[in-house]
């Protein structure tokens, strides 16, 4: 471009295109076919900590941490034989490291330019540390308050879960006493009394499982995708329901198609968005109906995990707003359960839907993308 | 155990939707020598109890389909006079303390110690021998108030009521004489051989 000035086309458009360089803002760095380094702007001087002129000529992997330094050579070669470009008119985010030592996260962008005889890459490189920073305290904000909510919704079920941790213990208890009766009036044969052992281990394991479950909601932990089988995320999110179920007398039951693909989710919060829909439904629900969940596949690329009661149904005039933050029908509720919820759902990159049934009642669907394309979520 | 002693009668229902508690609860029944029957469900209970087994019956308040208090309902309707303990989770103590307002015979919380279940399970088996005892002597007195022609019963009534022949010929418009023949006739048929006896067996019918 500089080279279209008249006056003076070589000197002013060297010096020209240096000024450019300097006055940019974020670091450009430009390699030959080599990978070693030709240019080295002011950005990227202040930016990496190396001066323009004791890096020139070397390797531009050293401005990487490992493995992309062990890496990139290979990279390089293999585009210029294959064409099969990693980065290259793509951009992405990558890691940098200083001088110092210190990994940054940047991004990058890669242009490629040729003359007759060879090819060049240009590189260049935004310092992205304090949007990264602030990405991260939104997201640890965001955990905190899932957290909260999910303890808040754990203590309101307080009453059922300790019903149902009473029960295993109300069951060992009677066995323990009975097994002593009948040990002391010389009633007990052997077999008999291994029976009763084995039953009441059963029974602890039992109170042992809810726990675990209580546990697991409760505790603190930042969010964590896996590979998961839906349907069994789902499984121990109702059974926890079910404790509620049973104090609001609703039928609560789940089912599952068979042999669905796996979901690259984070279980606990999965978990927390089907147990606010069913505890939604079981609020609005009258006593002695039922709560449906059912777990499907409509397609290669998505599981449904859908939540219909039997109750009056959404009012058509606020559908629109159930999900934002705050919204509530119920005098105790907070409003943000269908907000995290969604929030939760499209941070998994699905949806949260909400409809009436035809023949009454509501039905929420949790959409959820498979494992199928997991290296797309992954990293 | 006080009550150990007794041989007590009749059989222990136990109605409990938690499969283990309900054959825990059986097993103690069985260590205390007690006859037991359980069922997972009020329906199931009701579907196979015919209302003059002698008895008491253990029950959970909450169970889906037919709650505890539903099924004593259902058993008052249908003159069934088996004792209640209601066993109760933790936070069911007002629930409890209604059912106890409204007949239960008791309540106990999980987990229970064996004693105090025992001890309430004697009471009530003793209960309900006792109701059916008098529940049988009121039958059999009211068939024999039932033979009394309706002039007899005026007599009978104004006689357990403290009336003298003379009052009650007056009251009547017959002769004493006549108060005399219906009054040992009344006597006869209730089986009374005293005025006094007369007057407890009144008692009964009036119950």
């Not at chain 1, 110092?100 to 991004?107: K, L, N, S």
């Amino acid at each position: 471009m500089f080279t279209n000035d008249d006056s003076s086309p070589d000197q002013h458009g060297e010096a020209g295109f240096q000024a450019l360089l300097d006055a940019a803002v974020d670091a450009i760095v430009v390699i030959d076919c080599r990978g070693h380094i030709e240019t080295f702007n002011r950005s990227a001087e202040k930016l990496f900590g190396y001066s323009a002129e004791e890096i020139r000529g070397s390797n531009v992997s050293m401005l990487m941490p490992q493995p992309y330094r062990r890496e990139h050579d290979g990279y390089l070669a293999r585009y210029l034989e294959t064409g099969e470009a990693r980065i290259i008119g793509i951009g992405r985010e990558a890691s940098g490291q200083r001088k110092d030592g210190t990994v940054f996260p940047m991004e990058l962008s890669v242009g490629e330019f040729r003359d007759s005889k060879t090819v060049r890459f240009v590189g260049i490189v935004r310092d992205i540390t304090e949007r990264k920073e602030t990405e991260r305290l939104i997201r640890q904000q965001q955990e905190r308050l899932e957290h909260v909510m999910r303890l808040g919704t754990l203590g309101e079920m307080a009453a059922g879960i300790a019903h149902e941790i009473n029960q295993p213990l109300t069951a060992i208890s009677t066995y323990a006493q009975a097994a002593r009766r009948l040990i002391d009036s010389g009633l007990m044969e052997d077999d008999r009394l291994l029976e009763v052992l084995e039953k009441t281990g059963a029974q602890a394991e039992r109170a042992g499982a809810i726990i675990r479950r209580i546990r697991n909601l409760a505790r603190k932990r930042p969010a964590q995708r896996e590979r998961h089988d839906i349907a069994r995320v789902v499984d121990e999110a109702l059974r926890l329901a079910e404790v509620d179920a049973r104090l609001h007398d609703v039928n609560l039951s789940g089912t599952a198609e068979p042999d669905l693909p796996p979901a690259w989710v984070d279980a606990v919060q999965i978990q927390q968005v089907v147990l606010n829909l069913v505890r939604n439904a079981m609020e609005t629900t009258p006593p002695s109906t039922s709560i449906m969940v059912e777990t499907l596949c409509r397609s290669e690329e998505e599981v449904i995990i859908r939540v219909c009661d039997d109750g009056p149904g959404l009012d058509e005039d606020l559908i629109s707003e159930i999900f934002n933050p705050f919204f509530t029908t119920k005098t105790h509720g907070t409003g943000m359960g269908l907000s995290i919820s969604r929030s939760i759902v499209t941070s998994h990159g699905g949806r949260l839907e909400a409809k009436n049934r035809p023949d009454g009642g509501a039905t929420f669907s949790v959409i959820l993308p498979t494992a199928m394309n997991e290296h797309e979520h992954g990293n | 155990m006080n009550m150990a002693t007794e041989k007590p009668t009749g059989t222990v229902f136990v109605v409990d939707d938690d499969e283990p508690v309900r054959d825990a609860l059986s097993m103690l029944m069985e260590s205390a020598s007690l006859a037991v029957r359980s069922f997972e469900s009020a329906k199931a209970f009701l579907d196979s109890y015919p209302a003059d087994e002698p008895g008491c019956l253990i029950l959970d308040i909450r169970m889906p389909g037919m709650n505890g208090f539903e099924l004593r309902d259902e058993l008052l309707s249908r003159n069934a006079l088996l004792p209640i303990i209601f066993i109760t989770g933790h936070g069911d103590v007002p629930m409890a303390v209604d059912a106890m307002k409204h007949g239960a015979i008791d309540f106990i919380q999980k987990p229970f110690r064996d004693e105090d279940l025992l001890d309430r399970v004697h009471q009530a088996l003793a209960r309900n021998e006792k109701e059916r005892l008098e529940a049988q002597a009121q039958g059999e007195v009211t068939a024999r108030f039932e033979t009394l022609t309706p002039r007899e019963r005026e007599v009978m009534s104004l006689v357990v009521q403290g009336n003298a022949n003379k009052v009650i010929a007056q009251d009547l418009g017959v002769s004493q004489r006549t108060v005399e023949i219906h009054r040992a006739r009344v006597m006869e048929k209730m089986g009374a051989r005293s005025i006094a006896q007369l007057v407890q067996l009144a008692g009964i019918i009036d119950k």
